[in-house]
């Protein structure tokens, strides 16, 4: 019997080698870039295919048989790429075993079928982008599914268009693993995002697809239509009131105004203000598809995307998104900012009361802080109109659902419109209330609400946009309402909380900031405690800092306070 070949060729300069996945080599004469390593023999057979060294590796995903080999690339000096989204899956692992709970665990994404012990990486891959590795230039599509942060390489070989998709689709119309898309406990975030997926590798156009596991697929939109269709079948199976997924990847913004937009599927609203140059404006944008959210905060569960822009261009007239203007800090309406900037040119605006957050997060003890500092362009102030193309725009400090956030007004189309981030519930009819949505981490103070309702009646838009439910047609009984539930609201903590002291809502007498620093030992580190004066007339505050063992004792400092007054 003649032995198996231990390649075979399936594209142009591209061979196959069968490992506990399929590993791709891309050869240019001597040298070559792998897409996933496997176990690592490949290195061992290189030769048959006369190459001599293999330059990079370029990781669809995290998984322990596409990776387990890696520490083999690095001993030999292969430069190592992993998509953004799952690097400290491979180079971070350890941390990930020390920390992964086990008891009690919801948690159903396979991150444990990661390596057993972590491998330095050159880098990550930068996504919606071409770059060139060696002589091989490569495209990181996201396309999360099997994985939250997996990625499908675009390459183009002798005028076709290779996918080399990971484990997102196996043969025709199938799967490599339904387990895998089970995300959360009884979710189908998975399911939602390998459709989401293929519709969006489909409008790719790759003539073949390469899949982590089984044969090439030479009909890639036959099956990657096949694939959504079952997709969508078995994902209306678990849900009560079955998500159109067709409908929603197919059109993703609502009309509110013909220049006014709602992006529908994202998970905070987003919306997109029209020029007729052709520019859009974009209020917020966090997680641009809610159906793929892991109910989880970490960095491998949180992962922005960026389809709906591409449908904002296809179909409403949209040649470039020159700007974003974030309500708030949280991450659900931020994180998506910064690829926006990167892959798209989009500005980040942000308030003056906003941006300082955004810039340096780990300085303050806030929730819902986005897991790096995020660059802001333009910083717009409080009070005054800002130009951009054809709208004014003008933005309000709004404290409430937290005290860094601002409303934005303007007009669009003959209606005064005002976007309130997550300040209150909208969309509510005449009979129902608005929900004041307080939270006493984002440091609300007694009174926020009370003002919250006198600048809505002040300015009277007639639509309110929040950040997480419809857009509210105003009525005089909507600010009434407000006015009424704030009053009452504030009543409430006065009347629940001490007389002798008043710490307000927040309930602490000091602070320190930066919340988070890093030293090493001989440094110095340069901290600032802010304190509460709690009674109604002036005192004198000592601040005297309690600090590790082995560390220097500062002196104690001490601070005049005004009567209720913060230093």
């Not at 997060?361 to 054809?390: F, K, N, S, T």
């Not at 109604?536 to 309690?546: F, G, I, K, S, Y």
Request: aromatic letters at 8%.
């Amino acid at each position: 019997m003649q032995p198996e070949p231990s390649f075979e060729q399936v594209a142009a300069g591209v061979a196959r080698f069968r490992d506990t996945c399929n590993v791709y080599v891309l050869a240019s004469g001597s040298e070559a870039v792998l897409v996933d390593f496997g176990s690592g023999a490949v290195l061992d057979r290189l030769g048959e295919l006369g190459v001599e060294r293999v330059t990079d590796v370029l990781v669809t995903h995290h998984h322990r048989d596409q990776v387990q080999g890696l520490a083999r690339a690095r001993e030999a000096g292969i430069r190592i790429w992993v998509p953004p989204y799952e690097r400290e899956l491979i180079d971070a692992v350890d941390r990930r075993w020390a920390t992964r709970p086990l008891d009690n665990d919801y948690d159903l994404r396979q991150d444990r079928f990661s390596l057993l012990e972590q491998v330095p990486v050159e880098g990550v891959v930068s996504e919606y982008a071409s770059r060139r590795y060696d002589r091989v230039e490569a495209y990181a599509l996201p396309t999360p599914g099997h994985t939250v942060g997996s990625v499908t390489y675009l390459v183009e070989r002798d005028g076709r268009r290779l996918a080399f998709s990971g484990d997102l689709v196996h043969g025709d119309g199938k799967v490599w693993s339904l387990a895998a898309t089970q995300w959360s406990y009884s979710g189908i975030e998975g399911l939602a995002s390998t459709f989401f997926s293929c519709g969006v590798l489909a409008g790719r156009a790759p003539d073949v697809l390469l899949p982590a596991h089984g044969d090439p697929v030479e009909a890639p939109q036959a099956t990657l239509e096949r694939a959504r269709a079952r997709l969508e079948e078995l994902a209306a199976l678990r849900l009560d009131d079955p998500w159109r997924l067709f409908d929603m990847q197919a059109q993703p913004w609502a009309e509110i105004t013909p220049h006014l937009l709602r992006n529908r599927v994202s998970f905070a609203n987003s919306y997109a203000l029209l020029s007729g140059s052709g520019a859009a404006l974009l209020i917020d944008f966090g997680y641009d598809v809610a159906t793929g959210l892991v109910p989880l905060t970490e960095r491998t569960a949180s992962r922005p995307l960026l389809w709906a822009i591409e449908e904002l261009k296809r179909s409403h007239g949209v040649e470039r998104v020159e700007a974003v203007v974030t309500t708030h800090y949280h991450d659900d309406h931020v994180a998506g900012v910064t690829l926006l900037r990167e892959v798209e040119g989009t500005e980040v605006w942000s308030p003056e009361n906003v941006a300082p957050i955004l810039a340096d997060p780990h300085r303050y003890d806030l929730p819902c802080l986005w897991h790096e500092p995020i660059a802001v362009d333009r910083v717009l102030p409080l009070g005054r109109p800002v130009q951009w193309q054809e709208y004014d725009l003008t933005l309000h400090a709004l404290p409430g659902h937290t005290l860094y956030a601002a409303a934005i007004e303007f007009a669009v189309d003959g209606k005064r419109v005002l976007a309130t981030g997550d300040q209150q519930t909208t969309g509510v009819p005449p009979s129902g209330k608005p929900i004041l949505n307080y939270q006493y981490r984002n440091r609300y103070r007694v009174g926020d609400f009370e003002r919250s309702a006198e600048l809505h009646r002040r300015l009277r838009p007639d639509l309110l946009l929040s950040g997480h439910w419809p857009v509210q047609e105003v009525t005089d009984g909507y600010l009434e309402r407000l006015e009424a539930d704030g009053r009452r609201l504030d009543d409430l903590h006065r009347e629940l909380l001490p007389d002798e002291v008043d710490f307000d809502a927040v309930g602490f007498g000091a602070r320190i900031e930066p919340y988070r620093a890093r030293g090493a030992a001989g440094e110095t580190l340069a901290l600032e405690a802010i304190v509460r004066n709690p009674f109604d007339r002036p005192e004198r505050a000592t601040v005297r800092l309690v600090v590790p063992a082995g560390w220097r004792d500062p002196e104690p400092q001490e601070v005049e306070l005004a009567p209720l007054g913060e230093g």
